[in-house]
């Protein structure tokens, strides 16, 4: 059998709050080693509705290096 949906999102969730369903929008809370914390705010009044852990193979970031040397950092001009 083949997996029909790879995840989810939520895009409407209850509010205590407001009292009805509201959007929500997705914040990365915490990046870790095994995966990324999110929490869902309500778009009507910011209320934490909820909180998923998205586990998967951990991203590698690569730092870019930049042609530009410090020169004119960290100066004031008058």
């Not at 205590?16 to 995966?35: H, N, T």
């Not at 730092?63 to 004031?76: I, K, V, W």
């Amino acid at each position: 059998m083949t997996r029909q949906f790879g995840a989810f999102t939520a895009s409407e969730l209850y509010c205590p709050k407001c009292k009805r369903a509201q959007p929500v929008r997705e914040k990365l809370l915490l990046v870790l080693p095994s995966g990324e914390l999110h929490e869902f705010l309500c778009t009507g009044c910011s209320t934490s509705l909820a909180k998923r852990t998205v586990s998967g193979p951990a991203t590698k970031v690569v730092a870019s290096t930049s042609p530009r040397t410090g020169a004119g950092r960290g100066r004031l001009l008058n």
